[in-house]
Nanobody, 121 residues
Framework: QVQLVESGGGLVQTGGSLRLSCAAS????????MGWYRQASGKERELVAA???????NYADSVKGRFTISRDIAKNTVELLMNNLKPEDTAVYYC???????????????WGQGTQVTVSS
């Protein structure tokens, strides 16, 4: 059973910072991409940032220059450092991981339970 456990959400004022963390646990071979998505009230879930196994990162245009994603392959963790937060960043943030299994080889996407980020104006 694979689990993604997130932490680090909360309430912050405009211009403030938060760090989200996500740890994957369970029995698996490795993790391909890891990333963060968010879903604001009444809107669809959208990609915020993702990082490949090789370390390449990509970001939504709305967060470029403000958010930084990083991962620790050995610890199966991914973090999202969010700076200069804006009210429009308010959403539930979800960790996502593309998990690889062996015998037979297959991959499956897993999601965390979500963590609320609220930015007050």
């Amino acid at each position: 059973q694979v689990q993604l456990v997130e932490s680090g959400g909360g309430l912050v004022q405009t211009g403030g910072s938060l760090r989200l963390s996500c740890a994957a646990s369970g029995s698996f071979f490795a993790i391909n991409d890891m990333g963060w998505y968010r879903q604001a009230s009444g809107k669809e879930r959208e990609l915020v940032a993702a990082v490949t196994l090789g370390g390449s990162a990509n970001y939504a245009d709305s967060v470029k220059g403000r958010f930084t994603i990083s991962r620790d392959i050995a610890k199966n963790t991914v973090e999202l450092l969010m700076n200069n937060l804006k009210p429009e960043d308010t959403a539930v943030y979800y960790c996502n991981a593309d998990i690889m299994f062996r015998n037979p080889y297959r991959t499956k996407a897993y999601w965390g339970q979500g963590t609320q980020v609220t930015v007050s104006s």
